[in-house]
C-alpha cells in the first residue's frame, strides 16, 4: 500500500516536472541556432534541401510520409482546379548542358506575363547570368524562358517575366487584405519537386523578430515551394512562400504581399530590366546595412555585469541573447559565454549571407593557475583562426589592426580585422577582438562580427561597442 | 701497418746513397718517401714508408708498395728520381693505366701534392721534406667532454620540457605530465644527439655524444628562451612585429645548432660550415614567408598578436579608443587597394 502510494506520488512529481524540465534545456542548445536558421531561413528552403530540392526518386519513407498528410478539404481542391493555370515551377539551368541547379515555385499575377517568386530561387541567375538562365515549367507540363525583371533581396522576392499570361485568378490586391489569425491560408508549389501541390495551414499573424516582417503561416511549406503564392479561400495573394523551421512541425513564414506591390509599381515603372543585377543587389544591400546599423545603435547599448566587468550588449526584439558556463568544481579554470545574434541576416546566394550582427562575451577565471599559465592559456583563447578561409573569393584577406587601448575603466587590447565584399563595392565585414588586459587571473574576452556594412558604419558600431566596455568598481 | 713502416724505416738508414749515389746531395727530394693511400675524400687511408728510391708498385709481393687492388697489375708502376732531380712515375705497361685529373699517363712528374689513381687505389707520394702547416690552436675544452655536458644537456632539456609542460597545462597539476614531458624530451634528445653522434664517430674519430647533447639541450631551452623574452618584450612595448616573425627566430636558433654539431664533427672547416648554415637557415626562412604568403596571404605567421600576459609585464601607454578608431579608418584604403587590384586581375 505503501509503495503504491510512493509510486503514485513520483508519477506526478514526473508528470509534473516532465515540461519544466524540458522547457529550459531547449532554448540554450536549440534556440542558439535555431533563429538563425529562421532567419537565415531564405536559404533554408532552398538552402539546406538545396534551393529548392534535388531530383532524387522519393524513397519507401517519403512516400509514405506524404500519404500520410491529411486529405486537402473540399475548398482545397475547387482552390487548386481554378488556381493550376497560373502556378509554375521556376527552374535554374546551367547554359551548359541545360541542367537544372535549383527549383522553385512562382506565380503569374492577374493576367498579366509577370511572375512573382523568392529572389533566393533565381539569386543564380541574378548573380551570375553568364552561367545560369532559366525557365518555368507550367502544370500542364508546358515549358518557356524565364526573364529576370527585378529583385528585392531584402524581402526575398523577384519578378520574372514569361512568354504567356495568367487567368487573372491570383490578385495581387492593391492595400492588402487584413488577416485574421486563424484565418485558413493555402499554399501552393512544387515540393521537393515531385509534383505541384497544394497544402492548407492557418494565418497565424507577423513574425517580430525577424529585421522584415513574415507572416507566420501554420501549414506544411517544403523546399521547392519557395516563391509559390500563399492565398486566401477567395485567391488573394497573402504571402508568398519563404522559408519554415526546421527545428519546428509546419512552422512556415511568408512574405507579406505588400513587399511584392511595391516590387511590381517598380517593375511597371521602369523601362527594361537592368543589364546587371550585381550593383543594384549592393545598393539594396548598403540600404539594408543602413538600417540595421541604426536599429542597433539607436541608443545606447547595455551594459551588462560578467564578474567585474561590464560589457556592452543589445537586447531588443531582433537581438536575441543566450548564456552558457562551464563552472565545474575543483576545475583549473571557469569560463561564462554570453552570445548575442541580431537577427537580420540577407540571403544573397547559397554560400554567401550578409548583415548579421553577432556578439559573444567570455569571462575566464582561475584562482588556481599562476599568472603565467593562466596568460599562455587566455592567449590560447584569444587566438581565432577561423575569420573565413583566406582563399574565399568573394571576400579579400582579412587586413587587422590591432592596439592596446584604454576606454574610460578597462586596458584592453584591441584586434579590428576588415574583409572588403569584391563582387559588392562599398561593403565590409567587421570584426573586432578585445580581451582584457587589466588581470592576471582572469580575462574577458569578446568578438563582435558585423556583416555587409558600409565602412562607416562598420567603424560606427565598432567605436560604440569598444568604448561601452568598463570595469565595475568591485572585484 | 705502423710496425712494417717502422721496419722499413729503420732498414734505408744502412744505405741511404747506395742506390742513388750518382744524385746530388743538396736535393730537394729526400728519403725516406712516404706513399698515401686516399679516401675520395682527400683523407689518408694508409701510409707506407719507403727509404729509398726506386719504388716499385704493385700487387705482386716484391714490391716496395703492395697496393691491394684486384684493379692494379702485380708490377703497375715504378716511381725513380729523374735527373733534375724530381720524381718521375712510370706506368709499367699495364691494362687499367695510372689515371691524373681523368687522364691517363704513361709517365708523370710527382710533386707532393700530385694525385694518381691505379686501378681504384688513389695514392700521392710525399717526400721526407714535404712541408706541414704549424699544429691549429686547440680551443676544445678537454674538461667538457663526455659525462659532465651530457649530464648537463640532459638536465637542460629535462628542465625545459618541465617549463613548457608548466605553461601549456590547462588543468590542476598532476605529477604524470610532469614525468612524461621531461622524459619524452630527453629520449628525444637521446636520439638526435645519436644520430649525431654516429655522424662524428663515421667522419671524426670519437663519438662525443656529451657535447652533441650538450647542444640539443641549450638549443631547446633557447628556442623557449628566445620564444619567451620576444613575447615579454613584443607585449611590453606593443611591438607586434616580433611575435608576428618569431618563426625566424627559432629558424636562427636551429641553423645556430646545426652549426654547432657539424662544427663538433668536423672542427677544421668551421668557416665553411658557417656559411652553409646561414644559407640553410636563410632558405628556411623563405620558404616560412613563402608559405605564409600562399597560405594565408601575408608574410607574417600570425594575423594579428593573440599573446597576453600579466598586467605587470606592459611598459608602453595604452592608447585611448578614439585614436584606435582612427587607425582602423586608415586601413581603408588598403583594402579598398587590395579589392581594386585583385578585381582587375
Redesign the interface.
Known sequence: MKRAVIALLLCCIAAGASPQAAAPTRPPASAANAPALAQSAPPQLPGDTPPAATPTAPSAGEVETQDAQPQPSSAAQDLYESARTDLLQIRMLLKNGRTQSTVGSGFLVGTSNLALTNYHVVSQMALDPDVYTAEYIDTDGNTGPVELMAVDVLHDLAVVRVNRNGSGFFKVPESPARLRQGQPLYSLGNPLDLGFAISEGAYNGVLKRSFYDRLIFSGPINSGMSGGPSVTASGNVAGINVARRRDGESVSFLVPVAYAQDLLRKVASQAAPPADFNPLIGQQLLAHQGGMVDKLLDEPLTLKGMGPYLVPVRESGQVRCWGRSSVKR????NVDAMSCVMQSAVFVSDSQQTGNVAMTHQYIRSG?ME??????????L????N?GS?GDPRL????????????RTL??????????Y?NF?GL?NFTL?T?S????QA?LQSRLDVSGVS?ENG?RV??AF??AFGRSGRR | MNTLAKAQADAPAALPSAPSADLPIDLPLSAPWTVETLARNGEVLQRQRVATLPIRMGRAYDNDVIVDDDYAAPHHALVDATLDGKLLLRDLGTRNGIVHKGRCVKELHLDGDTVVRMGHTTLRIRSAAHPVPPELTDRTMHGWEGVLPGAAGVLLTALTALLAA???????IELQRYVQWPAAAVGAGLLWSGLWAFGNRLFGRRARLGRHYFIFGLALAALLGVRLAASVVAYAW?L?WVTAYASHAAVVTVAVMIYFHLATVTPQLRRRLRIVCAVLGLVASILIVAGNQQ????MAD???????????L?A?P????????N???A??K???A??KG??GE
Request: proline content about 6%; hydrophobic content about 40%; glycine content about 4%.
Open positions: 575543483g576545475a583549473a579554470f588556481s599568472p603565467l599559465r593562466f596568460a599562455s592559456l587566455v592567449g590560447d584569444f587566438k581565432v583562426e575569420l583566406t579579400t584577406k582579412p587586413f587587422c589592426s590591432e592596439r592596446f587601448v584604454h576606454t586596458p584592453l587590447r584591441a584586434v579590428t580585422c576588415v574583409r572588403a569584391r563595392e565590409y577582438l580581451a588586459t587589466d588581470a592576471s580575462s565602412y567603424l565598432t567605436r569598444l568604448g | 608548466w605553461l601549456l597545462d590547462r588543468n590542476n606593443s607586434e597560405q594565408h596571404g601575408r600570425e594575423l594579428y598578436m593573440s599573446l597576453l600576459l600579466p598586467p605587470e606592459r608602453s595604452d592608447a585611448p579608443v578614439a585614436v584606435y578608431i587607425q582602423v579608418g586601413m581603408k588598403e583594402i579598398d587590395e579589392r585583385n578585381a
